[in-house]
Structure formats: C-alpha cells, structure tokens
C-alpha cells in the first residue's frame, strides 16, 4: 500500500511539473519571437497612454505620451505631459517642465526604476515567465505573459505583457508594484524604422530657453 501511495504521489507530482513546464515553454517561445522581430528594426516610434492606479489610495491619473527608441542601443526619448527623459546611452537628461528644470545624470543600468529604453526587451533577461492565455479585443488575438522578477528585492513583484499575437509586438504592459500601485503602459501605435536624426537622443539646449540645468553626475 505504502508503495502504491508513493508511486501515486509521483505521477501526480510529474504530471504537475509538466503541466508548470508548458506554460513556461511557451512563454519563452512566444518572448524569443517578439525579442528576433523587435532586434531587427532601428529606431521606433510608439505613442501610448501611461495610467498609475491605485484603488485603495483611491489615486487613477493618465497621461499621453510619445517614444523614440533605438532598439539595439540604451538611446531614447520620451515625451510625457509633465515631462521629458533623454538619454544618448550614456548620460539621461530629465526635463520638469513644471519647474522649468533639467536634471542630468549618469544612465544607471542596475537601477531598480524601468528604463524606457528596455520597455519592450525588459523580458529578456532577469525574469521568470509563463503563458497565462489568449484574450481578444477590438477584432485582435493577444497572447498574455506573466513576467516574475528573479530578485526579490525589486519595488515590483509582476509584470503583465499582452502580446499581439499576429504582429508580434507588445501592446500592453502592466507593473504591479508591492505598495498596490498599478503602471500601465497601454500602446496605442508603433511604428518601426522611424527616419530621426541621431541628435534626437541628446538634449538641446537651444530648445529650451530659459531651463536652469542642473547636473547631478
């Protein structure tokens, strides 16, 4: 009998194991297809609506926003309502423009905050994934993928990705932070292989007259 229930115990566990397995498998497939087709563009261009909601603090803002990223480089620019981030890859200018302020400081690559050059690559190394499923919206099939960051540490304990399945391209990303704040990046077009000059990913002061620069490096 004591044999018997092992043995049960053991085909139960196994078949556990290969059902966590397939999830995980798929996740990974559905990720290397999205990371191939994004790595073969230069530099895109995505327009979105960034919301940070947290029902208990009763707090829900959103706000429109543009993206210029090189996608095979730490360059990008990003344009919000309140403000502008820039970064050449090695130096990040943050614009206020509340405060008519520019902060400048050194790109921190281990720093805990998403940098918004990797919002469409940040799956690729750090995070467990697993296939959640298929959800249809607006005529569209988007696969769901469940990030988990490897260090516990992180202000983060999920990220959510909706894939569309057809293009390959993430229309969805959702951050779900430990202090219940919830950021979602919702992408309303992308366009790959934009034509901008290189200079896009510095900041001009020319640009903004007036701007008191503040260099924090």
Same mark, same amino acid.
Request: avoid cysteine; aromatic fraction near 12%.
């Given at each position: 009998?004591?044999?018997?229930?092992?043995?049960?115990?053991?085909?139960? !566990?196994?078949?556990?194991?290969?059902?966590?397995?397939?999830?995980?498998?798929?996740? =990974?497939?559905?990720? !290397?297809?999205? $990371? =191939? #087709?994004?790595?073969?563009?230069?530099?895109?261009? %995505?327009?979105?609506? +960034?919301?940070?909601?947290?029902?208990?603090?009763?707090?829900?803002?959103?706000?429109?926003?543009?993206?210029?990223?090189?996608?095979?480089?730490?360059?990008?620019?990003?344009?919000?309502?309140?403000?502008?981030?820039?970064?050449?890859?090695?130096?990040?200018?943050?614009?206020?423009?509340?405060? #008519?302020?520019?902060?400048? $400081?050194?790109?921190?690559?281990?720093?805990? !905050?998403?940098?918004? %050059?990797?919002? +469409?690559?940040?799956?690729?190394?750090?995070?467990? $994934?697993?296939?959640?499923?298929? $959800?249809?919206?607006?005529?569209?099939?988007?696969?769901?993928?469940?990030?988990?960051?490897?260090?516990?540490?992180?202000?983060? +304990? #999920?990220?959510?990705?909706?894939?569309?399945?057809?293009?390959?391209?993430?229309?969805?990303?959702?951050?779900?932070? =430990?202090?219940?704040?919830?950021?979602?990046?919702?992408?309303?077009?992308?366009?790959?292989?934009? #034509?901008?000059?290189?200079?896009? +990913?510095?900041?001009?002061?020319? =640009?903004?007259?007036?701007?008191?620069?503040?260099?924090?490096?």
């Amino acid at each position: 009998m004591r044999k018997i229930t092992i043995l049960l115990f053991m085909l139960i !566990a196994g078949i556990y194991t290969r059902g966590q397995a397939q999830p995980e498998a798929k996740a =990974k497939s559905i990720l !290397a297809e999205v $990371s =191939k #087709k994004y790595r073969s563009y230069d530099v895109v261009k %995505a327009e979105f609506v +960034f919301t940070i909601d947290n029902p208990e603090a009763k707090v829900k803002e959103s706000q429109k926003g543009i993206l210029y990223v090189k996608a095979n480089a730490n360059k990008y620019k990003m344009s919000m309502d309140d403000k502008d981030l820039i970064s050449d890859g090695k130096s990040q200018w943050s614009y206020l423009k509340a405060d #008519k302020e520019v902060q400048v $400081s050194n790109v921190d690559n281990s720093s805990d !905050a998403l940098n918004p %050059a990797h919002i +469409f690559t940040m799956y690729e190394k750090g995070f467990k $994934s697993i296939y959640t499923g298929e $959800s249809k919206s607006g005529g569209k099939v988007y696969q769901m993928v469940d990030l988990a960051p490897n260090d516990i540490k992180k202000p983060y +304990f #999920k990220v959510r990705l909706s894939i569309d399945k057809i293009a390959k391209q993430i229309s969805n990303v959702v951050i779900f932070d =430990k202090n219940g704040n919830k950021y979602t990046y919702n992408v309303k077009s992308f366009m790959p292989n934009v #034509k901008v000059p290189e200079s896009i +990913f510095i900041f001009d002061a020319k =640009k903004y007259p007036g701007v008191e620069l503040v260099d924090l490096r």
